[in-house]
């Protein structure tokens, strides 16, 4: 028997996930399958229970099912407990489910292995409070930042963000309203702004010079952040697709003991 892995989300039917295992696959010689499953609105604990009783061997969680899974799962990770959402599902021997979250540790990765981004010591700017930064901030604060700041619409949001991970390091949280006058080695977008094609509202002379710009979206052309980071003179800016491809070499990892090279991925993906 082929383990069989998915992807599960609503909608699904734009996921690259299957892509990106199959070629993990073939590299690795791992004897695996990887679907997409269009998850039910109101059905995500059955359809996900339906999976691993049918034999599936792992399951990746997407929109809009991160918190579901996060709150479905009998034990979580360090990771996926502060990030208050799981996107990797793991069957235990005894039957229990195990939840991971991989974004953080995939951005993690691009930006320090693919790109040679120093982290520690690093002035981080992450703009947005919901799921994608969440996932990120307590892998962030492990690489020993200077300082990072959550800057959310909503300040209450990022405030309560920063609350809850503040023994993990140097983190704060504000308003959007409230950055004039600083300055960041490193700006990551974390909103959906970019695909409506619009860029948060944020003051001239924020990126210091050297300084990096990141998008966690990716899209076929130059997202809005990305265009807004080489205007900004950004040294490099960087879409979220290298992002995207770690994280299910992460995933890929939890499940079968070996870790793909991502470099070729991200290359035929690109």
């Known amino acids: ?29 791992e004897a695996l399958t990887y679907e997409r499953l269009l998850g039910r609105l109101d059905g995500f604990a059955a359809d996900v229970q339906a ?15 991160k918190e579901q899974a996060w709150a479905l799962v009998d034990e979580r990770s360090p990771r996926a407990e502060s990030a208050g959402a799981v996107n990797t599902l793991i069957p235990l021997a005894d039957g229990r489910l195990r939840g991971d979250n991989t974004d953080g540790a995939g951005l993690v990765r691009d930006l320090s292995l693919n790109h ?48 809850t991970l503040q023994t993990l390091g140097p983190v704060h949280g504000g308003g959007l309203d409230e950055l004039e006058g600083d300055q960041f080695d490193l700006i990551i977008n974390g909103t959906a702004a970019g695909l409506q094609g619009e860029v948060p509202p944020l003051p001239d002379g924020i990126l210091a010079g050297g300084g990096w710009t990141y998008d966690m979206m990716y899209a ?29 070499a992460e995933a890929f990892f939890l499940w079968r003991g070996v870790r793909p090279d991502t470099a070729p991925v991200i290359a035929s993906l690109r």
């Open 1 to 29: 028997m082929t383990d069989r892995y998915a992807v599960i989300g609503n909608p699904i039917e734009h996921s690259k996930s299957p892509l990106i295992h199959q070629a993990f696959a073939a590299q690795t010689g």
């Open 51 to 65: 999976f691993f009783a049918a034999g599936g061997r792992g399951l990746n969680v997407t929109t809009p099912f």
């Open 116 to 163: 040679g981004c120093l982290l520690a010591g690093c002035r981080i700017l992450l703009l947005g409070a919901g799921g994608a930064s969440k996932g990120v901030v307590r892998p962030l604060l492990e690489c020993g930042p200077e300082r990072l700041v959550i800057a959310n619409r909503t300040a209450a949001k990022a405030r309560q963000l920063a609350a």
């Open 220 to 248: 076929s052309e130059p997202t809005a952040f990305v265009r807004w980071g080489r205007q900004q003179r950004a040294v490099t800016a960087l879409d979220g697709l290298g992002m995207l491809v770690e994280q299910a």
